[in-house]
């Protein structure tokens, strides 16, 4: 008998047992899972398995139990098999190899188990192995995991891809944690390249070319992380987690390369895509694109630092964006030496000491409005500057900045004067249209991505009016919206 028909034969309900005890419920939540993927294995329907993978992430608080656990992998897995048994000896402190000594002679008989169902039990144990701080145990499992995913069938591979995703995320994530993420990346890109080379387009690509981007970034690699983005196949993202991921690296390597338009337009995307409940990934979108908008010599909106629950997270970059739109150099320094600890563990500091020039321009901009005349002594004493020649640095500054276009003045270099110019009507440059094109072509992309997003209704009058459907749809939001909710935002 398969998997899938003693789940149904064993998910009826009796009478004499109304009241289930929370383990229960959940148990019989897990053999609906794997009634689903069973169901996917044999219908070759990754929607299925994409289900369960939902249903899972609504679980995930619940699988700490491990008599539950233990209780899905008897039924699922035959007991004193070989998997069964490494798997329970997980569950019980004891060595995953002691399950290869059983003698397979006294087992049971062998349920047929179809691969897709080994490795979502390979992913529960992942789980509770994670939630059980037990990392030194789960890296030799998750390897044995990536193993196992590697040795599917083509048939297999097929339907798993779902899976294997979230295999490859645990694998990841678990090396991340005991800092030892430079041992994998090898292995990565190894996976990646066999993924690219079988077309698995079901969202393994784009989760080993984030966690690679991810690897590289950790280790302030951002020039391999270029090429290898550079090179990767263009794909169709299948999960908007997986967007925001990739939008969101892009930004960072974008910011550090300078291409700093281009850094603020990923950010933004990125940060408008993620879904509400992935507050920490928010907050860090919103981190580096403020730093963008003053490194392009813009003042963010005081509504970004009044997000709800981001204010306290975010009021390191308000003090830094008000020294910065004031121009106080020395409020600058005051505030990136306090907060130093913040920016470092954020890695966000090179990018802050790189703002130091734009302060000084900021300064000087208001200098040069301010005062039609003024000595090049006087402006090294406003700016407060702490260098040996103070003079001659304002004055090399203050060259380039009229060079830029960032002021508009003149140096007399004989009495050490820095002259203004009498300031121009704006709308008689070309800035008014720049700005109302980028507002348009960010009006036009907010469109076609909404018109993307579109799900349309039934052909039939009879299908938009049957209760099945609608039935259908909102367990399916009501699935999705759990996801979101249950994603790991540290990792998003």
């Known amino acids: 008998m398969s998997v899938e028909a003693q789940i149904k034969s064993s998910s009826t309900p009796s009478p004499s047992n109304s009241i289930t005890s929370p383990v229960e419920c959940s148990l019989k939540s897990l053999m609906d899972i794997?009634?689903?993927?069973?169901?996917?294995s044999c219908k070759k329907e990754v929607f299925h398995i994409a289900r369960a993978v939902r249903l899972t992430n609504s679980l995930k608080k619940k699988l700490?139990?491990?008599?539950?656990?233990?209780?899905?992998?008897?039924?699922?897995?035959?007991?004193?098999?070989?998997?069964?048994?490494?798997?329970?000896?997980?569950?019980?402190h004891q060595r995953g190899e002691l399950g290869m000594e059983a003698d397979s002679a006294t087992s049971a008989p062998a349920k047929r188990v179809s691969p897709e169902l080994e490795i979502y039990c390979y992913l529960l144990m992942l789980l509770f192995l994670i939630d059980q701080n037990r990392y030194n145990e789960a890296k030799a499992f998750s390897s044995a995991a990536v193993v196992r995913v590697e040795n599917l069938s083509r048939g297999a591979v097929e339907t798993a891809g779902v899976l294997a995703s979230r295999v490859y995320f645990y694998y990841s994530y678990i090396h991340e944690v005991i800092?030892?993420?430079?041992?994998?990346?090898?292995?990565?890109?190894?996976?990646?390249?066999?993924?690219?080379?079988?077309?698995?387009?079901?969202?393994?690509?784009?989760?080993?070319?984030?966690?690679?981007?991810r690897n590289y970034l950790h280790y302030n690699f951002?020039?391999?992380?270029?090429?290898?983005?550079?090179?990767?196949?263009?794909?169709?993202?299948?999960?908007?987690?997986?967007?925001?991921?990739?939008?969101?690296?892009?930004?960072?390597?974008?910011?550090?390369?300078?291409?700093?338009?281009?850094?603020?337009?990923?950010?933004?995307?990125?940060?408008?895509?993620?879904?509400?409940?992935?507050?920490?990934?928010r907050i860090l979108c919103s981190k580096w694109a403020v730093l963008v908008h003053l490194l392009l010599g813009e003042i963010p909106e005081r509504t970004t630092f009044k997000q709800s629950g981001m204010e306290r997270a975010l009021r390191p970059y308000f003090m830094l964006t008000n020294a910065v739109r004031i121009g106080?150099?020395?409020?600058?320094?005051?505030?990136?030496?306090?907060?130093?600890?913040?920016?470092?563990?954020?890695?966000?500091?090179?990018?802050?000491?790189r703002l130091r020039h734009n302060v000084i321009r900021t300064g000087l901009r208001k200098i040069s409005i301010s005062y039609s005349r003024i000595s090049l002594a006087d402006v090294a004493e406003k700016l407060k500057l702490d260098s040996a020649n103070p003079v001659a640095d304002v004055e090399s500054i203050t060259a380039k900045a009229i060079r830029d276009g960032a002021i508009h003045a003149v140096l007399d270099h004989a009495n050490g004067w820095l002259v203004s110019k009498d300031t121009g009507d704006i709308y008689s440059t070309a800035k008014p249209l720049a700005v109302?094109?980028?507002?348009?072509?960010?009006?036009?992309?907010?469109?076609?991505?909404?018109?993307?997003?579109?799900?349309?209704?039934?052909?039939?009058?009879?299908?938009?009016?049957s209760d099945e459907y609608w039935r259908e749809s909102q367990v399916l939001d009501e699935e999705i919206a759990r996801e979101y909710m249950d994603e790991d935002e540290t990792y998003f």
């Open 64 to 92: 700490a139990e491990p008599n539950l656990l233990q209780a899905f992998l008897d039924f699922a897995l035959s007991p004193g098999s070989e998997l069964h048994n490494r798997l329970s000896g997980f569950l019980h």
């Open 328 to 353: 106080d150099l020395e409020l600058f320094r005051n505030v990136a030496e306090d907060f130093a600890g913040f920016f470092g563990s954020d890695k966000t500091y090179n990018l802050i000491v």
């Open 436 to 465: 109302f094109s980028s507002r348009i072509a960010f009006c036009r992309n907010l469109q076609n991505d909404a018109v993307k997003a579109l799900r349309f209704p039934p052909k039939t009058q009879e299908e938009r009016d």
């Open 34 to 40: 794997a009634s689903l993927i069973e169901t996917g």
């Open 222 to 281: 951002y020039d391999q992380a270029e090429k290898l983005r550079s090179k990767a196949r263009r794909f169709q993202s299948h999960t908007i987690q997986q967007v925001c991921r990739y939008l969101f690296y892009l930004g960072k390597i974008q910011t550090i390369q300078l291409k700093y338009k281009d850094a603020r337009e990923s950010l933004l995307h990125a940060a408008r895509k993620a879904p509400v409940a992935a507050h920490g990934f």
């Open 179 to 213: 800092d030892d993420l430079a041992e994998i990346r090898w292995d990565l890109l190894h996976l990646l390249t066999i993924s690219t080379l079988h077309h698995d387009d079901l969202g393994q690509q784009e989760t080993l070319l984030n966690l690679l981007l």
